[in-house]
């Protein structure tokens, strides 16, 4: 069983960073790709981004491309999204997800797909 947990959310003024943390606990961690999902109120849930179990490859929605960054730290369980210039469209509950990956598979982007969810955590962007 993966428990995961996020942290780092917080109320930011547009233009803005926050730095997102998925702490991860559970056996064979190195097995898992991890994505970033996030809910607007109102809203379905989106892909953000996501990152392969080895950290090689990244895919990432439009939206955030060139102001998000993905990333892991495989020797401290714990994955990041960095969020730079944030914008009021990017308010949501940001939710971290893993699943168990082959090795040399793509990325996968649909929510459904994955294994293991977080609790979320609030961004909240003003203008």
């Known amino acids: 069983q993966v428990q995961l947990v996020e942290s780092g959310g917080g109320l930011v003024q547009a233009g803005g960073s926050l730095r997102l943390s998925c702490a991860a606990s559970?056996?064979?961690?190195?097995?898992?790709?991890m994505g970033w999902f996030r809910q607007a109120p109102g809203k379905e849930r989106e892909f953000v981004a996501a990152?392969?179990?080895?950290?090689?490859?990244?895919v990432y929605a439009d939206s955030v491309k060139g102001r998000f960054t993905i990333s892991r730290d495989n020797t401290k369980n714990t994955w990041y999204l960095q969020m730079n210039s944030l914008k009021p469209d990017d308010t949501a509950v940001y939710h971290c997800a893993a699943k168990s990956q082959i090795l040399t598979a793509p990325i996968s982007t649909t929510d459904r797909s994955y294994d293991y969810w977080g609790q979320g955590t609030q961004v909240t962007v003003s203008s």
């Open positions: 990152i392969s179990r080895s950290g090689t490859n990244t």
């Open positions: 559970g056996p064979s961690l190195y097995r898992y790709a």
